[in-house]
């Protein structure tokens, strides 16, 4: 198997969906001959031409607006925003029209639309190139919404991505678009949405996140380990709409204690919604407080990211307080 | 120096843009060249036009009877007809929501628009929302209700038409306020690039509820606007069908030969923006006076009459018809039971998901209780 990082993971993922069905189409600002400015699309241009890999004039909600048409009538556009900061002009066509076609129509009309987009922080990209602005989109009903954390999971989501018949937002956390290297098969599969991954077995305390968390995460358990005594259950959710509630569960049952990780703001956050669930349908597998680690209620600042970023320091203050109550 | 002196701009394509196109007037008098249509076209084209005025009066009625939500009344519009009489079956048609005429001309029975606006157990929607119409079977998209955003789908359909090599093209429809909006810039700008197969009707009935076109622009004409975005650009003398028609005709060729088409569509609103809106809060009645001279169906038929085209006494009873069938199907149409009470857990996603299970779960629940206790919400 070859060793690929998020990028060429991407790239091979979207070559072969083309290649398997000539419905996919790729669209966005600087996708074709630039390759896009993160490379995702490289090459692709050159393989199936200008009319399936399409530089579009540079307005969000004029790609996202015409993808919803083309998905509409029967093919499977693939759409790059080139930062998800950029993605609140197509706010509109997202929540009203790609989510709720399929209900409007009474079910006659549906948009298998995929949006992709480089997201959160940790590259020292200043407020417009580091959001994590998710939340909005697990809000709105009639969207499916992503995130690998790693070149097997991005090219196995994708697929499903683009195979799935409702919209989908596939959020990829730029950071680690060329730190993170892994095996990669060359054959066919799909990771199913809606479907977590368990990155760490331990039994003291469940950690759900997703993105490049996971790393931090991960990278942080051996300290904690250490230092604390306590042993993580990392859970990566890769989906985060609709999120896997059994692997949470089935965690929290052996440890009954939650912490769930996220760079996006704590209010309102995933987390928010995860916590409330547990609080509301099994209060009784938890020993104590469910503590959110989570980005500021700020805007996301060019000085300090990693400060203002979940980081081990915050995470292991976490783990003392679900430890110690 | 006038923008007709601009240097680089075809003569001929400005005066298009801001010229009006019209074939006859008020008064049903030729005034421009006849286009050679045909007894029947004209005959149907009047027929749907009255179809459009007896349903519009009907559901008007149905809303102050409390029947209907919300309507928005046509009066004044129903020459879009003619835009939509020259496509083909199988051509898509994105309309807006006040466009009776269109769903009429495409296929959809009165019977079927009672059913929509009354969102009763045949609603083919399902009651997803109010004043929208649609059907896959007429290849006619229900329209979203914020103004405009349908103008990107057309153009991304007819991308994906020519894409997959079909000769069939897509049609869009959406009022002067719309042409305010980034979906009407985006739109339009994405059809001259890609060059697709696409007809732009602009629907300018001067108001976008209470703001008149001259504060929602300063540009001369839409036509105008379409023609800078490199689109071929037409303005119409909009409540004269023969004109429309055979705008239409011409845009639809073009279209399908891969060159989008822009219709400014002159018109006026001559009725309430929807059954909510009280528009003596902001415009004359004067001004509805003198604009009632200039409507559509009156000056077809004063034509038809003129040009011996329509008998004494023929056009009373072809409106009779209307009225006669459209009160029997209203009559069943109130009468039909209404959508199922968990009719909203539909067509969220194609498949199921179990956020959406376990709350239909919690709903059920809720349902038994309300019966329990014998009460009604809704």
């Known amino acids: 198997m070859p060793m690929m990082n998020m990028v060429d993971a991407l790239n091979t993922a979207l070559r072969e969906e083309m290649e398997r069905d000539e419905n996919v189409v790729v669209l966005g600002e600087d996708v074709g001959r630039r390759g896009g400015v993160f490379l995702v699309t490289e090459g692709l241009i050159d393989i199936f031409g200008e009319d399936r890999v399409i530089d579009t004039p540079l307005t969000e909600l004029g790609i996202v607006g015409f993808a919803i048409g083309m998905a509409m009538y029967g093919l499977r556009p693939v759409a790059e925003i080139q930062f998800i900061d950029f993605v609140y002009e197509a706010f509109d066509q997202i929540v009203s029209n790609a989510a709720k076609i399929r209900f409007r129509s009474g079910g006659m009309y549906n948009v298998p639309l995929v949006i992709r987009s480089p997201c959160c922080g940790g590259i020292k990209g200043g407020m417009h190139h580091s959001q994590s602005p998710e939340t909005y989109f697990i809000h709105t009903a009639g969207l499916y919404t992503v995130m690998p954390s790693g070149p097997y999971d991005a090219k196995g989501l994708l697929k499903a991505s683009i195979r799935a018949d409702d919209p989908v937002i596939f959020l990829e956390p730029k950071s680690i678009y060329r730190t993170v290297k892994e095996e990669v098969p060359e054959d066919d599969y799909i990771v199913e949405i809606g479907k977590a991954r368990k990155v760490l077995e331990g039994g003291d305390v469940t950690v759900v996140t997703y993105g490049a968390m996971v790393h931090m995460v991960k990278a942080s358990a051996e300290l904690i380990r250490d230092r604390l005594g306590v042993e993580l259950d990392l859970i990566d959710l890769r989906t985060l709409y609709p999120f896997d509630r059994e692997m949470i569960l089935e965690s929290l049952e052996k440890t009954g204690r939650l912490i769930i990780v996220h760079e996006a703001p704590k209010t309102l956050g995933l987390g928010a919604e995860i916590a409330a669930y547990i609080a509301e349908n099994h209060p009784e597998l938890l020993y104590g407080p469910v503590i959110r680690v989570a980005g500021f209620d700020t805007p996301f600042p060019l000085a300090h990211e990693k400060l203002y970023m979940p980081n081990t320091a915050r995470l292991y203050r976490a783990v003392k307080i679900v430890m110690e109550y | ?378």
């Open chain 2, 1 to 378: 120096m006038s923008i007709l002196d601009a240097e680089g701009i075809d003569k001929e394509s400005l005066e298009k843009a801001l010229g009006i196109y019209r074939v006859i007037n008020e008064e049903g008098v030729v005034v421009g060249e006849l286009p050679d249509i045909g007894e029947e076209v004209l005959r149907d084209l009047l027929h749907y036009m009255v179809r459009a005025r007896v349903l519009d009066e009907w559901l008007l009625r149905l809303q102050r009877l409390g029947k209907v939500a919300i309507h928005a009344p046509n009066k004044g519009q129903e020459a879009i007809v003619g835009a939509v009489y020259p496509l083909r079956p199988d051509d898509w048609v994105f309309p807006s929501y006040r466009d009776l005429g269109v769903y009429l001309v495409r296929g959809m029975s009165e019977e079927e628009i009672l059913d929509r606006a009354l969102y009763n157990i045949d609603d083919p929607l399902r009651g997803s929302d109010f004043a929208i119409y649609g059907h896959r079977k007429y290849n006619m998209v229900p329209t979203p209700v914020p103004v405009g955003n349908q103008i990107p789908h057309a153009v991304g359909v007819s991308y994906a038409m020519k894409y997959k090599g079909v000769d069939t093209i897509a049609m869009v429809m959406f009022g002067d306020g719309a042409t305010s909006r980034g979906d009407f810039h985006a739109g339009l700008n994405y059809a001259a690039v890609f060059k697709t197969p696409t007809v732009f009707v602009c629907e300018n009935n001067q108001w976008a509820i209470s703001v008149p076109l001259s504060k929602q622009m300063r540009s001369p004409s839409i036509a105008f606007r379409a023609l800078s975005y490199g689109l071929e650009s037409i303005r119409v003398d909009g409540n004269d069908v023969i004109a429309m028609y055979t705008s239409a005709v011409e845009g639809i060729l073009k279209a399908r030969r891969g060159e989008p088409f822009f219709i400014e569509m002159l018109t006026y609103r001559l009725g309430s923006h929807t059954t909510a809106d009280d528009p003596s809060r902001y415009r004359s009645e004067e001004e509805v006076k003198r604009m009632e001279r200039y409507e559509p169906l009156r000056r077809l038929r004063l034509f038809m009459e003129r040009y011996g085209y329509l008998g004494e006494g023929e056009y009373e009873e072809i409106y009779k018809m209307y009225y006669d069938k459209v009160e029997e199907m209203a009559r069943r149409a109130v009468e039909k039971p209404p959508l199922p009470r968990d009719v909203f857990f539909e067509n969220v996603y194609g498949e199921r998901i179990w956020v959406l299970e376990e709350e239909k779960r919690e709903f059920e629940e809720s349902l038994k209780i309300l019966d329990d206790l014998g009460m009604e919400v809704d």
